[in-house]
């Protein structure tokens, strides 16, 4: 608690408002920014998680190069993604990966919680040598999508290529 005396010595010496709190000294710029930025932070971090907006569902990525073959690899984590609503479209040095992850009908259901992303989505992933885009491959199983595209010897005339997809059990 405050005594008496030491409100009125601070409210002399200006530091506090009418309302009875206690107000800083006069701090400098640099320490008022700091002060601002915290409560910026502590602000975003207490948002429960549902409130915030994302972009929908964007699935995971790995891409990698063989050094034996050159053959360059994609594999895109897609689980609950049916491979009839998937698009994948290649040309010398993009590669796009679209399609949508549906919500299951949820007749009857009450939420307490959704963690779980839904929704379109598209990927495009820079590719960063010249690819044989006639040659590419897909194949679908268990939810991972696996693209192969060979590595070409020259670049091709620009062209935009759909590649199908295989479904492997």
Known sequence: MIT????KAERA????ELSGTITGM??????RLR???EELFAELWQAPRFTRRRGGYRPSVDVYRSERTGELTVVAELPGVDPARIQIY???RTLVIAGERRRP?????????MEIDYGRFQRQIALAEH????SCKAAYRRGVLTITMPAAKRASEPMRVSI?????K
């Open 4 to 7: 008496s005396n030491r409100v």
């Open 13 to 16: 010496l200006g530091h506090i």
């Open 26 to 31: 006069a701090r400098d710029p640099i320490d």
């Open 35 to 37: 002060g601002e930025m």
């Open 90 to 92: 290649v040309d010398e």
């Open 105 to 113: 009908s949820a007749a009857g259901r009450v939420y307490q919680q």
């Open 131 to 134: 690819i044989d885009v006639e």
């Open 164 to 168: 199908p997809i295989k479904r492997t």
